[in-house]
């Protein structure tokens, strides 16, 4: 069993700040990546930024040098912070794990999702 719990969406008015955090546990022998999902009213899921077990990260291009992703290994942790926000960043954001299970195989994991709302 893997359990994921989000914190950190809200309401920030235009040009603020937010970081999202996603915390995993549970029977987890090894992470091979991170990242954030988020998805809009009306519009298909899409990849926000991921990094993988090496490092290697990956921005779309509507957040490169807005938002910045990390981890914190000791804790399963993966962060998101969000600097200039835009009212088109509004969504709901769910964080994404891919793991290994103690004795098991590979999968993909979500979180519940976090709205994030950027308005005046």
């Known amino acids: 069993q893997v359990q994921l719990v989000e914190s950190g969406g809200g309401l920030v008015q235009p040009g603020g700040s937010l970081r999202l955090s996603c915390a995993a546990s549970?029977?987890?022998?090894?992470?091979?990546?991170v990242g954030w999902y988020r998805q809009a009213p009306g519009k298909e899921r899409e990849l926000v930024a991921i990094?993988?077990?090496?490092?290697?990260?990956n921005y779309a291009d509507s957040v490169k040098g807005r938002f910045a992703i990390s981890t914190v290994s000791a804790k399963n942790t993966v962060l998101l912070q969000m600097n200039r926000l835009k009212p088109e960043d509004t969504a709901v954001y769910y964080c994404?794990?891919?793991?290994?299970?103690?004795?098991?195989?590979?999968?993909?994991?979500w979180g519940q999702g976090t709205q994030v709302t950027v308005s005046s």
């Open positions: 994404y794990y891919r793991l290994v299970v103690i004795g098991g195989t590979g999968n993909d994991y």
């Open positions: 990094i993988t077990s090496v490092g290697t990260t």
């Open positions: 549970g029977s987890i022998s090894r992470i091979n990546a």
